[in-house]
């Protein structure tokens, strides 16, 4: 059984920094792709990054520069820094395990509010 609990949403004035912390339970987080995705009001969900197991990032061209996704292992635990923060990046933030190649386990979502 895998749990996924987001977590250091909130608001934040344009320009801040926010980090979002994702703790997982169970027994894949250490040796699986993690991710965050967001999904803003009237949005599909998008995929902000991900990370492999042995630390290969990707990040959408929206987010290159100003954030940084990062996992400890030890602690079961994936990180999203957020820097230089805009109005877009408003969006609810979910933290993923993958199986294989795709998403499969999700966290319930924490809010980040981004104020103009």
């Known amino acids: 059984q895998v749990q996924l609990v987001e977590s250091g949403g909130g608001l934040v004035q344009a320009g801040g920094s926010l980090t979002l912390s994702c703790a997982a339970s169970?027994?894949?987080?250490?040796?699986?792709?993690m991710g965050w995705y967001r999904q803003a009001p009237g949005k599909q969900r998008e995929l902000v990054a991900a990370i492999t197991s042995g630390g290969s990032t990707n990040y959408a061209d929206s987010v290159k520069g100003r954030f940084t996704i990062s996992r400890d292992n030890a602690k079961n635990t994936v990180y999203l820094q957020m820097n230089s923060l805009k109005p877009e990046d408003t969006a609810v933030y979910y933290c993923?395990?993958?199986?294989?190649?795709?998403?499969?386990?999700w966290g319930q979502g924490t809010q980040v509010t981004v104020s103009s």
């Open positions: 993923s395990a993958y199986i294989r190649t795709l998403p499969y386990y």
């Open positions: 169970g027994s894949i987080f250490s040796r699986n792709v």
